[in-house]
């Protein structure tokens, strides 16, 4: 009985908002969803699009989460946890228990997420004109490459870690989950680290193509360069040297310009901080609407939980006007309490571009020497008259810090990092992987479990 209860509890969890409030206020005990009832009509389905997003917008995922306890994950002694919350302490100590809350408050609504993008795609023939149809088509696959993204890096082996053809990824659900009846059928088996990387391509390729060069409301939705940013993550990620410099291109239009401060992109001195000219994707927050966990971990007017090392601070030049956005052992980049948090920025772009360009040995767009300028000039650096491997790795650590990059970058870098214990680990460690959650092993007897955490 109680695996029943916790059954139908994960379930539910994983269906998500499919629509908004009823008119009345009418309550039917049922077990599933009505399919014929929930998306009637062309603006239900753009009404339950703008739910994906509100999905992504959760503290639990890009609202903060999986930025942070992948950053403390991968952390080398740069920043330390201080506060009382014993799952993120566990994450950074890199001892977590299978039964971690923040792992699986991560996990729970990263597949809330993508059960509101597939409801969305299956009621596309609801909408009512074909250039409405592929724009949604194309944010409703966006939204879900992401969220299958994070996970396949957070919850299983690095693409360059043994074989991504054989190594467990996690399970891809591709249509809607609408009833509990047959609670067997729900329980999947993973797919292999190669199955989701390819579906993870076949969605943003696909909504490269089908969304446009501008979105329904600026920047506030995904567009045809948000796919491409993120398309070049996936690549550098798998090695894909070449593809990663040509996605970045993509990316990189005149519709997007560098912020001329580094710290007004990221500090107002003000509760908000909107998107700036340099911002391809934003996740969006305001005192009505969701919340920025960025801000409570990091900002000393806050939780403050997070601290700055030395270490940290010793990377940089001392003339690096990234410096300006700290305050003694703390960062003010996420200071503004609902300040947007900037997933996909023009300098990001900048980077892939010339780490991409550099590692092929091509020169698409720029060379990665003027790449590597463009973003230093901005922060008062002086050119470089040449460029290395780790002189791009660097700038990109810096200019990216506490934004969520480093474990992807430590791994697909083979880079190892120390415990407190003063341990060693190498990039392939199992302690450098997340536990499929316990409360999904205990509903899914299909689930496997990570090794290190049986």
């Given at each position: 009985?109680?695996?029943?209860?916790?059954?139908?509890?994960?379930?539910?969890?994983?269906?998500?908002?499919?629509?908004?409030?009823?008119?009345k206020l009418e309550i039917e005990p049922q077990?599933?969803?009505?399919?014929?009832?929930?998306?009637?009509?062309?603006?239900?389905?753009?009404?339950?699009?703008?739910?994906?997003?509100?999905?992504?917008?959760?503290?639990?995922?890009?609202?903060?989460?999986?930025?942070?306890?992948?950053?403390?994950?991968?952390?080398?002694?740069?920043?330390?946890?201080?506060?009382?919350?014993?799952?993120?302490?566990?994450?950074?100590?890199?001892?977590?228990?299978?039964?971690?809350?923040?792992?699986?408050?991560?996990?729970?609504?990263?597949?809330?997420?993508?059960?509101?993008?597939?409801?969305?795609?299956?009621?596309?023939?609801?909408?009512?004109?074909?250039?409405?149809?592929?724009?949604?088509?194309?944010?409703?696959?966006?939204?879900?490459?992401?969220?299958?993204?994070?996970?396949?890096?957070?919850?299983?082996?690095?693409?360059?870690?043994?074989?991504?053809?054989?190594?467990?990824?996690?399970?891809?659900?591709?249509?809607?989950?609408?009833?509990?009846?047959?609670?067997?059928?729900?329980?999947?088996?993973?797919?292999?680290?190669?199955?989701?990387?390819?579906?993870?391509?076949?969605?943003?390729?696909?909504?490269?193509?089908?969304?446009?060069?501008?979105?329904?409301?600026?920047?506030?939705?995904?567009?045809?360069?948000?796919?491409?940013?993120?398309?070049?993550?996936?690549?550098?990620?798998?090695?894909?040297?070449?593809?990663?410099?040509?996605a970045a291109n993509r990316a990189i239009v005149?519709?997007?310009?560098?912020?001329?401060?580094?710290?007004?992109?990221?500090?107002?001195?003000?509760?908000?901080?909107?998107?700036?000219?340099?911002?391809?994707?934003?996740?969006?927050?305001?005192?009505?609407?969701?919340?920025?966990?960025?801000?409570?971990?990091?900002?000393?007017?806050?939780?403050?939980?997070?601290?700055?090392?030395?270490?940290?601070?010793?990377?940089?030049?001392?003339?690096?006007?990234?410096?300006?956005?700290?305050?003694?052992?703390?960062?003010?980049?996420?200071?503004?309490?609902?300040?947007?948090?900037?997933?996909?920025?023009?300098?990001?772009?900048?980077?892939?571009?010339?780490?991409?360009?550099?590692r092929a040995g091509t020169n698409v767009g720029?060379?990665?020497?003027?790449?590597?300028?463009?973003?230093?000039?901005?922060?008062?650096?002086?050119?470089?008259?040449?460029?290395?491997?780790?002189?791009?790795?660097?700038?990109?650590?810096?200019?990216?810090?506490?934004?969520?990059?480093?474990?992807?970058?430590?791994?697909?870098?083979?880079?190892?990092?120390?415990?407190?214990?003063?341990?060693?680990?190498?990039?392939?460690?199992?302690?450098?992987?997340?536990?499929?959650?316990?409360?999904?092993?205990?509903?899914?007897?299909?689930?496997?479990?990570?090794?290190?955490?049986?």
């Amino acid at each position: 009985m109680k695996k029943t209860v916790h059954a139908l509890a994960a379930v539910l969890l994983l269906m998500g908002t499919l629509t908004g409030c009823d008119k009345k206020l009418e309550i039917e005990p049922q077990n599933n969803v009505i399919a014929d009832k929930a998306l009637l009509t062309s603006s239900d389905v753009e009404a339950a699009l703008v739910g994906c997003y509100t999905g992504i917008q959760n503290a639990q995922v890009y609202g903060g989460y999986i930025q942070l306890m992948s950053d403390l994950l991968a952390d080398n002694g740069e920043i330390t946890f201080v506060g009382t919350f014993i799952p993120p302490n566990q994450i950074n100590r890199k001892a977590i228990q299978k039964d971690n809350g923040f792992v699986s408050t991560i996990w729970v609504n990263a597949y809330n997420a993508i059960n509101r993008a597939n409801n969305v795609l299956a009621n596309l023939d609801k909408l009512d004109t074909p250039i409405k149809k592929a724009r949604v088509e194309g944010e409703a696959r966006f939204i879900r490459a992401a969220m299958y993204f994070e996970l396949v890096r957070l919850y299983a082996k690095d693409w360059g870690d043994g074989s991504p053809t054989a190594n467990p990824g996690v399970p891809l659900v591709l249509t809607p989950t609408l009833s509990l009846d047959n609670l067997p059928a729900l329980q999947v088996k993973r797919n292999t680290v190669a199955e989701v990387y390819t579906q993870v391509l076949t969605d943003l390729t696909a909504a490269e193509t089908k969304m446009t060069a501008n979105s329904t409301a600026g920047n506030f939705f995904a567009n045809t360069y948000a796919a491409a940013g993120f398309l070049s993550r996936v690549y550098l990620q798998q090695g894909r040297f070449a593809d990663a410099a040509a996605a970045a291109n993509r990316a990189i239009v005149p519709k997007y310009v560098l912020n001329s401060s580094y710290v007004d992109e990221f500090y107002s001195g003000a509760d908000l901080l909107p998107n700036s000219s340099e911002d391809i994707f934003a996740i969006q927050f305001t005192a009505q609407s969701g919340t920025n966990d960025l801000n409570t971990f990091y900002s000393a007017d806050q939780r403050g939980d997070i601290n700055i090392e030395d270490a940290h601070f010793d990377l940089y030049d001392p003339a690096d006007k990234r410096l300006d956005l700290f305050s003694g052992s703390s960062s003010n980049k996420y200071d503004s309490q609902y300040g947007n948090i900037k997933l996909l920025r023009l300098a990001e772009m900048y980077l892939t571009r010339a780490e991409g360009n550099f590692r092929a040995g091509t020169n698409v767009g720029a060379t990665p020497l003027a790449d590597i300028n463009r973003v230093r000039a901005r922060v008062g650096l002086a050119p470089r008259t040449a460029v290395t491997k780790d002189d791009i790795l660097l700038e990109r650590k810096l200019e990216l810090a506490f934004e969520g990059f480093r474990l992807g970058d430590l791994k697909r870098n083979k880079e190892s990092v120390t415990d407190p214990n003063g341990v060693v680990l190498p990039f392939s460690s199992p302690r450098l992987v997340f536990p499929i959650p316990l409360r999904e092993i205990n509903v899914n007897p299909n689930l496997t479990q990570n090794p290190g955490y049986n």
